[in-house]
């Protein structure tokens, strides 16, 4: 037991260096550019007050150090500062927009992982079969596709027709089966668009072990082609499988920032990308800083999982 | 009924195009690579026509397209009839047209994109592991940090930071996906460069960029040129992607992610043809990753 409490002390150290650095590189992107942050928001135009009172304002006088301190502090504290582009806290725009992508992304994580992981399966279990065969070339294929094409193919099948809601407004007076019925659309196109390659990956980890002598020795002993696999590959496939799947739900994060696009879903992503039209460096900044974190946390977590479900990766040196 | 029937055509168009296209590769090709393509499956086949059409398209575009690149036609959202095929779009600019060029813009672009991030990431990727020690450290501690970043939100704050525009387009996606490619890089490189070969060549006293070109380069090509298909799709999607997001090449460039968004309302009302830049994009990655996935599959040297 104190192994395990050990390696969690050590990941999670691990993980705060990362996301330390990862703070250190969202910061130290703006101080990139070669001239100065003020007058390439502002333009060419600006005349040199608004330039000193823009840069006043971002605390550009400061050295970069302080301000990195400053921002970073406050950050902690759920102070991200003022959107310049609607002169709003940022912690109040995105506070409601957080929910409600993480809403989407565990529904998508909801449908996705045990329809990947129970196909996965299958085709390990009929291996070189059509299902088997057909699978492989559709899990290329979705992993090919642009995800608004996916999108958009759901709204023109599903949506038009009337069955579902090709748009999603959550208000203060939606129940949460209302939120379900409405996010249904995106949250099938994420499922749509990582379920084909954690398919992919539990099949080849499951046929890996498949040439291990005691999946012969369960064979022979007359077990049923299911209950091998079930009972003595898939336990010893978690590790792998776990990390697929942590990495699909990581893509997850990532891939809502289409998806709310498309169906207008007042989540994080759609606010990113309006920020980064508004050139609202701020903002961006603290969504950076909100979905990067949630992949070293997830990856993390990840971590953990596949080293507690085999105890042979805690005990090497 | 109209769905089976598309899968049922669509289906007939793969296999023809894979038989014809396999059948004259053999045809064409010289002898000692005929046995290449004869046991080619009929994916790879298929998608190295496919890679091929959309390259004579993209280089022809001014004379296959019917009319001119940013030309206003006539009314706006007008359907499929002749002389507009394809029925024009918000601004009543030729679909037809504009696809076409979209092959040479999206794919044009993509192309540089992946090439720089290609040229940049191996040069790196293959020094760090020659020269090793603290170089080989600085960079890929600098790399590890740059990737812990998910490469769409990453591009998305460099974007705010640079500005949307085409150039900063393809320099911000070349360095976030350069950084995959030092990965590959370095990795292969350095089961290369502890070989005898590259010692008598460092004894011969080659100097770093000739060892780099000639010695280590050659026997490192397999899995980069794999790499490299793969990287186009990934360079190819995240671009539709932030051009769809109103943040890559902008109208009236012709370009397949912004053709989508500009036209997406008609989809509402069952009209397809918004479809069809995003099933161009979709077309392409699948060829791409057909062929990638044929060479990978030749490399490993893997029998059914």
């Known amino acids: 037991m104190n192994d395990i409490w050990r390696m969690i002390g050590q990941r999670l150290l691990f993980g705060l260096l990362t996301l330390f650095v990862i703070s250190v590189v969202i910061f130290g992107a703006t101080e990139l550019l070669p001239g100065d942050l003020a007058r390439e928001l502002l333009g060419q135009s600006a005349t040199e007050e608004t330039l000193a009172a823009l840069r006043d304002q971002l605390g550009l006088n400061d050295p970069a150090p302080l301000r990195y301190w400053n921002w970073l502090t406050a950050a902690l504290q759920g102070d991200f500062g003022v959107s310049m582009a609607t002169k709003r806290p940022i912690a109040d725009l995105v506070g409601a927009r957080l929910g409600n992508t993480l ?49 958009y193919i759901l709204v023109l099948f599903l949506a038009q ?10 208000t203060g007076s939606t129940t949460f089966g209302d939120q379900l019925y409405m996010s249904f659309l995106p949250a099938l196109t994420l499922t749509l668009v990582v379920t084909a390659h954690m398919m992919r990956m539990t099949r080849a980890a499951i046929i890996n072990l498949l040439a291990n002598p005691y999946i012969e020795m369960a064979r022979l002993k007359g077990m049923s082609p299911l209950r091998v696999v079930l009972r003595h590959a898939v336990p010893n496939a978690l590790a792998p499988i776990i990390n697929v799947v942590a990495l699909n739900l990581a893509y997850l994060i990532t891939g809502v920032v ?18 980064v039209t508004n050139r609202d460096i701020a903002v961006v900044q603290a969504i950076a800083l909100i979905f990067a974190s949630a992949y070293v946390l997830l990856n993390l977590i990840a971590d953990v999982l596949s080293t507690i479900s085999n105890p042979r990766l805690m005990h090497r040196s | 009924m109209q769905i089976l029937l598309a899968v049922i055509i669509g289906l007939a168009l793969f296999f023809a195009i894979g038989l014809a296209s396999r059948a004259t590769l053999r045809g064409l090709a010289p002898a000692h690579l005929v046995p290449t393509f004869r046991d080619m499956p009929l994916t790879a086949s298929f998608g190295l026509a496919v890679i091929l059409i959309y390259v004579v398209v993209s280089v022809l575009a001014p004379v296959l397209a019917p009319f001119g690149e940013s030309e206003v036609m006539g009314a706006q959202y007008l359907p499929w009839a002749a002389p507009y095929h394809l029925g024009t779009d918000k601004l009543g600019r030729d679909m037809l047209t504009r696809l076409i060029y979209g092959a040479r813009n999206t794919v044009g672009i993509a192309f540089a994109t992946t090439a720089l991030a290609f040229v940049v990431g191996t040069v790196l990727g293959i020094w760090a592991a020659l020269v090793g020690g603290w170089l080989d450290q600085t960079l890929s501690r600098i790399v590890d940090a740059l990737m812990a970043i998910p490469a769409l939100i990453f591009s998305l704050l460099l974007l705010t930071i640079f500005g949307t525009s ?52 050659p026997n490192a090509m397999a899995p980069l040129v794999a790499e490299f298909g793969l990287r186009f799709c990934f360079v190819f999607l995240a671009i539709s992607a932030l051009s769809f997001l109103g943040l890559g090449i902008k109208p009236p460039t012709a370009d397949w992610g912004s053709m989508v968004r500009e036209n997406a309302t008609l989809i509402t009302f069952g009209d397809v043809t918004p479809l069809l830049p995003a099933g161009a994009i979709a077309l392409l990655t699948v060829a791409v990753n057909f062929v990638v996935d044929w060479q990978l599959h030749r490399a490993s040297g893997l029998k059914e």
């Open chain 1, 161 to 170: 027709s009337g069955l579902f809601p090709s748009m999603v407004r959550i």
């Open chain 1, 103 to 151: 809403f989407l992304a565990l529904y998508a994580a909801a449908l996705s992982v045990p329809i990947s992981l129970t196909l996965g399966v299958l085709a390990a279990l009929w291996r070189n079969s059509i299902f088997d065969r057909a699978s492989n070339a559709l899990a290329l294929t979705a992993i090919s596709i642009p995800e608004f094409f996916v999108a």
């Open chain 1, 258 to 275: 289409v998806v709310e696009v498309v169906f207008v879903y007042p989540g994080l992503g759609q606010l990113m990308v309006d920020a």
């Open chain 2, 166 to 217: 085409v150039l900063s387009l393809i320099l911000v996606i070349a360095a976030v996906d350069a950084t995959r490619v030092y990965r590959l890089a370095r990795s292969v490189a350095q089961g290369i460069v502890v070989m005898d070969y590259i010692e008598a060549a460092r004894l011969r006293g080659e100097g770093m960029w000739r060892l780099i070109r000639r010695e280590i380069l």
